[in-house]
């Protein structure tokens, strides 16, 4: 099975890069699920309905986000409507919408798409592990899903790292999202989990993390709240993602390598 997660896609720029490539990389490498990070679609900040459509009809399968999911309060609504829309799994009880969706290939098989958020240096949430734990017991690899796909959204390399090595060996991947930077950590854990840190962002690089940079450094040189509100680059932007290629048998991967097309960083598009 071959999958394709698209890291956090920021505004305009970033919709129109996996407007433009999405479909091409999903024929060219034989993807059966593509998950992408939308916790930025709309204008930097959270997403809403219409941009969900379009999502989907570039090629998106699952829509995951972040801290960023009720920027626009519109989703608190929509979310309960569309169970293609992950919130993280591990915000409180009684939150609207779901952290996992169990999305049925059509041939039998199901990709589990999970998705979590870190605490490391980000707002107070639930335990992470203590959630995959509890979502684990309910789908076990290779029983309740063919393949298991963790977004773990967070800011804290070392807790991504802890947190993939806590999975390894009971789902298929665990990629890294929220960082807005793809790491070149892209491997196979010992246990057969694949992993990457970070999968970067799918938005023009010319900025910081995706926004308007002049804003963001007077923030940083200055100390004092920009008096505009940040607004995304809106250069041509870099589709970012990692690729992974998991056994059916075990559920268990067999590659991963990073997906970088357009824009300013330097390409690289896995070979089938
Ligand atoms: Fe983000
Ligand atoms: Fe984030």
Known sequence: MHILLCGDVVGRAG???????????????????????????????GLNERLAGELYEAGADILSTGNHVWDQRELIAY???????????????????????????????GVLVVNLMGRLFMEPLDDPFA?????????????????????????????KMAFAHFADGRVSAVIGTHTHVPTADAQILP??????SDAGMCADYDSVIGME???????????????KKPKPAEGEATLCGV??????????????????????????????
């Open 15 to 45: 919709r129109d890069a996996v407007k433009q490539y999405l479909p091409g990389l999903k024929r060219d490498l034989a993807i059966d699920v593509a998950i992408v990070n939308a916790e930025n679609a709309a204008h930097g900040f």
């Open 191 to 196: 246990g057969g989990t694949a992993f990457m």
């Open 79 to 109: 979310i309960e409507r569309d169970p293609r829309i992950l919130r993280p799994a591990n915000f409180p009880p009684g939150t609207p919408g779901a952290g996992h969706h169990l999305f049925p290939l059509g041939d039998g098989r």
């Open 243 to 272: 690729f992974v290629d998991i056994d059916d048998r075990t559920g268990l991967a067999r590659r991963i390598e990073p997906v970088r097309v357009g824009g300013r960083l330097s390409p690289h598009i896995p070979l089938l």
């Open 213 to 227: 940079k002049q804003v963001s450094v007077r923030r940083f040189v200055t100390k004092m709240p920009s008096e």
């Open 131 to 159: 959630a995959l734990e509890a979502i684990l017991a309910q789908f076990p690899l290779g029983t309740g899903a063919t393949a298991i796909i963790v977004d773990f959204h967070a800011e804290a390399t070392s807790e």
